[in-house]
């Protein structure tokens, strides 16, 4: 069992920056896959980075280049880096886990944090 926490959400300009945190406990950190979700209002949810154990990232075409996944293994976190912030970028954020696949992964979630972009 894993139990994962987000924070680091909030209201954001357009073309600024946010730094997601989700705290995992409950396990082994190390040998899960981890990532980040988002859900838009009226859409589904939509993966958008993950890292696997062994540090390998991979990432959806829409945030390529703005956003930024990383782990720390010793602080039991993942973090997600997000810059210049659009207005579509509105949306809960979700820390995924998984222990035995990385792209998707939805083994354990986090509740999600919220992000608004605006003026």
């Known amino acids: 069992q894993v139990q994962l926490v987000e924070s680091g959400g909030g209201l954001v300009q357009p073309g600024g920056s946010l730094r997601l945190s989700c705290a995992a406990s409950?396990?082994?950190?190390?040998?899960?896959?981890m990532g980040w979700y988002r859900q838009a209002p009226g859409k589904q949810r939509e993966l958008l980075a993950a890292?696997?154990?062994?540090?390998?990232?991979k990432y959806v075409d829409s945030v390529k280049g703005r956003f930024t996944i990383s782990r720390d293994n010793a602080k039991n976190t993942v973090d997600l880096q997000m810059n210049s912030l659009k207005p579509e970028d509105t949306a809960v954020y979700y820390c995924?886990?998984?222990?035995?696949?990385?792209?998707?992964?939805?083994?354990?979630w986090g509740q999600g944090t919220q992000v608004t972009v605006s003026s």
């Open positions: 409950g396990s082994i950190f190390t040998i899960y896959s």
């Open positions: 995924a886990a998984d222990r035995f696949k990385w792209y998707p992964l939805d083994d354990y």
């Open positions: 890292i696997s154990s062994a540090g390998r990232t």
